[in-house]
């Protein structure tokens, strides 16, 4: 491996990343993915509909479900999409809308593309970010995403049988598991919020106190619809009190 | 609308038969075309990839992740059920995105988390949230994005950047505390990342990655020793 990838006139050695992170083919590739995605999505809520009347959830209570799920992921998407829009000029289109609004996640894939360059010398980025160094970061990013769908597709199976198996011998213990590793992944993910910034943590705060507030008032005048919005209300008071806060304290 | 756990009538098997032969299927495609357009560039744009170059960067990649790749599915399993796992592993942003979405859809018609309705809400959370962000992506990233770019102010991005999980994750604690509706596990999941985040990792940097997975843990292991006994 060269420790020069910008030696004279070696293919690749061009820094004009866009010219091949914005190629056709690639995008036909990411178009690929969001259509296999919008097939798995349709496939899936099908089944539900068929399997609801034999658990007592009629189709209002499945759309309802399907309705919350999509009004509260806007606030979170749209976040998603404005870290994404920032890291085009590094990725180009395509490889930014597979690695980090699909597959992926912000911080994981851009500190794969961080350690991949690094690993051939360059900075992500800099004036030795060569067209070389973009398609190896795309594919040591590509490769490490996809370790996590292959463990997926090998362990789930494998964990349902357990689930199965512990259902049958201890049914207490599936009775429990769910609620409290949802509650132990939420405590931890948001205690280790806190110590990060002094902001970070009041905007944890807002958040929860806003959401509380929500919960309390949708239970006390018995509005179902409330529930559906609790999360993007929570999400973008605590995102605006943390602009202001930020922009305020930085200024 | 009950939330009881039943066995497992013919309509739900047939909801795993379905998802869970689907869900693999459109998983694996999804795999395959997201490693196809890389391989693509590498192999035939001319751009002077060579096999050593992936080895490096691939190894020392996969030095710092790979171990995630097999944890946070174990991590995930028991909240998300089978069928959701084809879903989350391959649209991603877990943690900020879908499980919030799927806590969102059980709160919404009261289900419980674990049980047959809580499985069916939180799939068709995660699909309303799958619609929302494929649009989102494809409009604002793939349409307008290099424009969007020069006109959203940088302060909007960099708060975007560090405040959406502490954003999130409080409200979905208190979604999460309010569905499960149990108070000794919920007290005990608190104590445990209290002290996972304050006095483990601080003392054993090494584990900072895993404080989600040490958190689901303790609080399974502890919630199941102190759980009330029906003696």
Known sequence: ?251 | MTSTITDSPAGMQAFERTTSRWGRLTMLAGLIISLAGPLYVALFMDVGVTVAHIVTAYTAVAATFLVFAVVEPVTYFPILGQAAMYQAFMIGNISNKLLPAAICAQSRIDAKPGSKQGDLAAVMGICGAAIVHLTSLLVFVGIFGTWLLSAIPESVTEVARMYILPAIVGAVLVQAIASVNQLRPTLISLAAAVVVVFAVIPAVPALTHFGTALGVVATVLVSWFARKRAC
């Open chain 1, 1 to 251: 491996m060269s420790s020069t990838p910008a030696a004279a006139a070696a293919s690749g050695a061009s820094t004009d990343i866009a010219a091949v992170a914005n190629s056709p083919i690639l995008w036909i590739f990411a178009l690929g993915v969001f259509a296999v995605i919008f097939v798995q999505t349709a496939i899936y809520m099908k089944a539900a509909r068929t399997a609801g009347t034999s658990v007592g959830l009629d189709n209002r209570d499945l759309t309802r479900a399907l309705r919350s799920g999509a009004i509260s992921s806007v606030g979170p998407s749209l976040a998603v999409v404005i870290v994404a829009i920032a890291l085009l000029a590094l990725f180009g289109t395509p490889a930014v809308l597979v690695r980090i609004g699909l597959i992926g996640s912000v911080s994981t894939e851009v500190a794969s593309a961080t350690i991949a360059s690094g690993a051939l010398g360059a900075d992500l980025g800099g004036p030795d970010y060569t067209q070389t160094v973009y398609a190896v970061a795309f594919i040591a990013m590509s490769l490490s995403g996809g370790a996590w769908m292959l463990a997926t597709l090998l362990l789930t199976p494998i964990m349902k049988r357990g689930g199965n198996k512990l259902a049958e011998v201890n049914p207490a213990a599936m009775a429990l598991i769910p609620g409290a590793a949802l509650l132990g992944a939420f405590s931890t993910l948001t205690v280790a919020e806190l110590p990060k910034s002094g902001l970070g943590a009041i905007t944890v705060a807002v958040s929860t106190f806003v959401m509380a507030g929500l919960l309390f008032a949708a239970k006390k005048l018995n509005a179902g619809w409330l529930k559906e919005w609790a999360l993007g209300i929570s999400i973008i008071v605590a995102l605006t009190f943390a602009y202001f806060a930020h922009t305020a304290t930085v200024a």
